[in-house]
T-cell receptor, first 116, second 111 residues
Framework: GAGVSQTPSNKVTEKGKYVELRCDPI?????LYWYRQSLGQGPEFLIY????????DSGLPNDRFFAVRPEGSVSTLKIQRTERGDSAVYLC??????????????FGPGTRLTVL | GQQLNQSPQSMFIQEGEDVSMNCTSS?????WLWYKQDPGEGPVLLIA?????ELTSNGRLTAQFGITRKDSFLNISASIPSDVGIYFC???????????FGKGMKLTVNP
């Protein structure tokens, strides 16, 4: 079966522009996560969806960042008025809710965003 | 954002050597995880640890969940060229689904 897919793989934009990053989770996975990975750093949590609702958005850095998952499957991360500091790899992960202590998060390859 | 203290930041070793890396935190974690990331890819889970003191192996990899629940280590024995990559520790707090990652350790294996 297919893993987590993310599109586009690379996005170059200009400062001040709006961008959308898409994540297709593994089929049947109810939980979806967005992380941001800056150069030389580990991934940092942004937001977590359980079904259609954002269960934890404590990692979103400011109100320029917004994410949706309207049908409980595909998710879109939206960044308004992009800044050079938003340049990073944006990773998406998905997991099943199996009632375990830890439900393994499977990561996609990421979208590399460059803001000029 | 919060990140774990992971060391060393990089290692250069010869094929066949063993390598160790560790991770510490000021917070108590419910779960400790070790991931490997190859260039252009997302992290892939290597080992998950659920109990303080737990020692778990996966092939040539061995990891331990520290007794204080604030640290973990990963050992790789008899390294091979395909072990090259960046290794991340990650922790999960009780009652939270999000993962907190370390900064990573870049491993280079010379054949």
């Amino acid at each position: 079966g297919a893993g987590v897919s993310q599109t586009p793989s690379n996005k170059v934009t200009e400062k001040g522009k709006y961008v959308e990053l898409r994540c297709d989770p593994i089929s049947g996975h109810t939980a979806l996560y967005w992380y941001r990975q800056s150069l030389g750093q580990g991934p940092e949590f942004l937001i977590y969806f359980q079904g259609t609702g954002a269960a934890d958005d404590s990692g979103l850095p400011n109100d320029r960042f917004f994410a949706v998952r309207p049908e409980g499957s595909v998710s879109t991360l939206k960044i308004q008025r992009t800044e050079r500091g938003d340049s990073a790899v944006y990773l998406c992960a998905s997991s099943q809710r199996l009632g375990r202590v830890y439900n393994e998060q499977f990561f996609g390859p990421g979208t590399r965003l460059t803001v000029l | 954002g919060q990140q774990l203290n992971q060391s060393p930041q990089s290692m250069f070793i010869q094929e066949g050597e063993d390598v160790s890396m560790n991770c510490t935190s000021s917070s108590i974690f419910n779960t400790w995880l070790w991931y490997k990331q190859d260039p252009g890819e997302g992290p892939v889970l290597l080992i998950a640890l659920y109990k303080a003191g737990e020692l778990t192996s996966n092939g040539r990899l061995t990891a331990q969940f520290g007794i204080t629940r604030k640290d973990s280590f990963l050992n790789i024995s008899a390294s091979i060229p395909s072990d090259v990559g960046i290794y991340f520790c990650a922790g999960q707090l009780s009652g939270s689904e999000k993962l907190v990652f370390g900064k990573g350790m870049k491993l280079t294996v010379n054949p």
